[in-house]
Every structure is written in structure tokens, then in C-alpha cells.
């Protein structure tokens, strides 16, 4: 499986891009000199701004990397929302056990249905959306999604859905599927 390149990665890239392009339009922000043809004389606070960018871009990309044994941060997705509370507390509950399944197989999971579990009851003014939004911003920082039974039939479920395969996340639709690392982390 090839691996997926984080997207602080590419942000980064593009960061060191927009330095060395304007480099070479002339533009030295660190004197009061505008070099225009002569880009040459730049060479070494473009490789300086390059390198420190450079340094960003290794930082990111190893916040995002997978644990030294293959622990994936995995994104929990599946029904919340019910006008019936009971209905509602066993989804979070699904979710809190699917969460637990995934610590005991040494990943890292990330749960959203825990993180604000009952928020509607305490902040009725905050929309729908706003919970969606907040959810979202976690999963570019995830290497997977873990889809919960029932799935298909929440709104919020499927936009999460469309958007890990967006990001080109594996996306695992039990807790079978996903890989046991128990054996491999009590070897090291």
C-alpha cells in the first residue's frame, strides 16, 4: 500500500514555492534592495527561507506519521444524531466501544461522537454544522476512518465518508478489518 502523503507535506511545498517564486521576482524583504534581473544575488537567503521551510514541512510530516509499530490514527464515523435520546446515547456508546476496540489493538482513535457527546443538551444555540465543521477539521490529521454499522443512514456519517475518500484515507467497515498490532507492540 502506498503510503499517503500528510497534507502539512504539501502545504509546506507550497510555502517554499511561494518563497523561491518571489525570490525571483526581485523581492528581498530582508534589505532595502529590489535585485529584479539579477535573482542570483538571493541565492543564499532563498536556500536559507528553502531550508527553514524545509525544517516546517519535516516537522509536520512527522507529527502525521504512523506510530513506530503501524499505529494509525483512526477516525470513528457513524450515527449521533436522534431525535430519541436513548437512541442517540447508544450511538455515542457504539462509538465509545468501537474507540476502546481500537486502543486495544494499539491504535490511536479520534471520536467525535465522544469529544461533544450531549453538547446539543447544554449549547442548543450551536447548529448542526458547526459540530460537522469541528469534526472535519480533525480527519486530514487522521491516516483512516472506521465506519460503524448504520452508516449509510446518517447525513453526518456519509459527508465524513465522502471526505476520507477525498483525502484517500483507508477506510475499514469493522473492527475486523482493521490490522492488530498487540503481537508487534509487545515485542518492542
Not at 447548529?127 to 480527519?139: G, I, K, N, S
Not at 487522521?142 to 484517500?168: D, N, Y
Request: proline fraction near 6%.
Amino acid at each position: 500500500m502506498q503510503e499517503r502523503i500528510p497534507a502539512g507535506v504539501t502545504i509546506g511545498e507550497r510555502l517554499a514555492e511561494n518563497v523561491i517564486e518571489e525570490a525571483w521576482k526581485g523581492f528581498d524583504e530582508h534589505a532595502d534592495r529590489n535585485v529584479g534581473i539579477a535573482p542570483h544575488l538571493l541565492v543564499d537567503e532563498v536556500l536559507d527561507e528553502g531550508i527553514g521551510a524545509l525544517w516546517y514541512v519535516r516537522q509536520i510530516a512527522d507529527a502525521l506519521a504512523r506510530g513506530p509499530a503501524g499505529q494509525e490514527r483512526i477516525y470513528i464515523s457513524g450515527p449521533y444524531t436522534d431525535k430519541d435520546r436513548k437512541r442517540r446515547d447508544l450511538n455515542i456508546m457504539r462509538a465509545r466501544e468501537a474507540a476502546g476496540a481500537l486502543l486495544r489493538r494499539g491504535h490511536w482513535p479520534f471520536c467525535p461522537h465522544t469529544m461533544t457527546a450531549g453538547f446539543e443538551d447544554h449549547f442548543p444555540d450551536l447548529p448542526w454544522m458547526t459540530y460537522m465543521t469541528a469534526d472535519l477539521a480533525w480527519l486530514p490529521f487522521c491516516h483512516s476512518m472506521l465506519m460503524l454499522p448504520e452508516w449509510e443512514e446518517s447525513r453526518g456519517a456519509c459527508i465524513e465518508w465522502r471526505a476520507a475518500l477525498k483525502l484517500g484515507l483507508t477506510i475499514y467497515q469493522s473492527i475486523d478489518e482493521v490490522p492488530d498490532l498487540r503481537e508487534k507492540l509487545r515485542g518492542e
